[in-house]
């Protein structure tokens, strides 16, 4: 089956619109949630892991917390290796 350049556009457009959907991203999404990093000091620092193991410790899903706390979702499954293993301790 031959598809014109026309059709092909097309196709390739919905097979991005739906791949965009299943992985819930947009392109012109940064990697970074504000896509600049921000230092915070020893004590915010303190309060934003608290916070993420209280979120944690209710099962929200990681990408919600990283979303609603300003981080990515990396570091937000960081904390909670290092939970992981003061537990093991």
Do not use: H, W
């Not at 230092?39 to 979120?55: C, N, T």
């Not at 410790?57 to 904390?79: D, F, H």
Request: glycine residues 4%; aromatic residues 2%.
């Amino acid at each position: 089956m031959r598809l014109t350049k026309n059709e092909r556009k097309v196709l390739l457009t919905t097979l991005i619109a739906v791949l965009e959907k299943l992985l819930d991203v947009s392109p012109e999404e940064p990697a970074s949630v504000s896509g600049k990093r921000t230092r915070r000091s020893r004590a915010d620092a303190a309060k934003l892991r608290q916070k993420v193991r209280a979120e944690r410790k209710r099962n929200r899903p990681v990408k919600l917390i990283a979303r609603e706390l300003g981080v990515t979702p990396a570091y937000v499954y960081q904390i909670g290796k290092s939970d992981a293993r003061r537990s093991q301790s």
